[in-house]
């Protein structure tokens, strides 16, 4: 092998400029690998991830696969859309988003996130079908709560003499889960004043625009036909029980 002659500064200059380029490469590579590394993660990875954190996860199939069973914790978002920003509203840019789905819908979710300003987009790979044959744990959107223990069709309630509450609400939307308990909660203790409603409105979609629905939870009383209040955002559970004294 010839060997060579670092007193020749062309030659130097030349095997310098050479070990640069070899350099600037293999740290493009690499970043290139980190980069692809960080956009997926096996199920049995985010399985450990999910028992120490609580990390923002997307389940972006259809509503009916959704309610079958999706991951612990997970939010649904349908890419195609225009409830999707609603979602996308909820979430931190700053923090990774992992999501799962079918193919065609999570190519889509993550040209979304990507186009939002989202850093760090992670593909959960093997979805909810490897999720399952690891036997991890799966969990299933309750029954709506349309209609939970009456037998007046809500259209027809807000018709009658006694004061009806409704709340407008959707599985993906953490105010309406943090205020459902007040809900309930009135429901149960003031039967004999206040006819009780929540209604979801991604299983109800008819009340989105007949209401003109923009944002939620969505708070509204009606008797008589009449529409007495309309408040739209998260309420204390003292809110709503000085709403029904006032109304009833």
Request: hydrophobic share 40%; proline share 5%.
């Amino acid at each position: 092998m010839k060997s060579i002659n670092f007193f020749n500064k062309a030659k130097q200059a030349n095997f310098a400029s050479m070990l640069n380029k070899v350099f600037f490469i293999c740290v493009l590579l690499m970043a290139a690998c980190k980069s692809n590394s960080s956009q997926q993660v096996d199920v049995k990875s985010f399985h450990a991830l999910l028992s120490s954190e609580k990390p923002q996860l997307l389940d972006c199939r259809s509503i009916q696969a959704y309610d079958s069973g999706h991951l612990p914790g997970a939010l649904h978002i349908d890419p195609l859309q225009a409830s999707k920003d609603a979602v996308f509203n909820t979430l931190y840019k700053e923090v990774p988003v992992y999501y799962y789905g079918t193919p065609s819908n999570c190519a889509a979710l993550k040209k979304e996130l990507s186009a939002k300003g989202f850093s760090n987009p992670v593909e959960i790979t093997g979805g909810i079908a490897q999720w399952q044959a690891a036997q991890f744990e799966v969990q299933a959107t309750p029954v709506a709560k349309l209609y939970p223990n009456d037998t007046i069709p809500f259209d027809k309630a807000i018709q009658g003499n006694q004061l009806v509450l409704v709340d407008f609400n959707a599985t993906w939307c953490k105010p309406c889960r943090m205020m459902q308990p007040s809900i309930d909660k009135i429901r149960e203790q003031r039967s004999q004043e206040v006819i009780v409603y929540s209604i979801d409105i991604d299983q109800h979609p008819e009340y989105n625009q007949k209401y003109q629905i923009g944002n939620i939870p969505l708070v509204m009383m009606f008797k008589q036909g009449k529409q007495l209040h309309r408040s739209e955002g998260y309420l204390e559970e003292t809110v709503l029980q000085n709403l029904v004294d006032v109304n009833k």
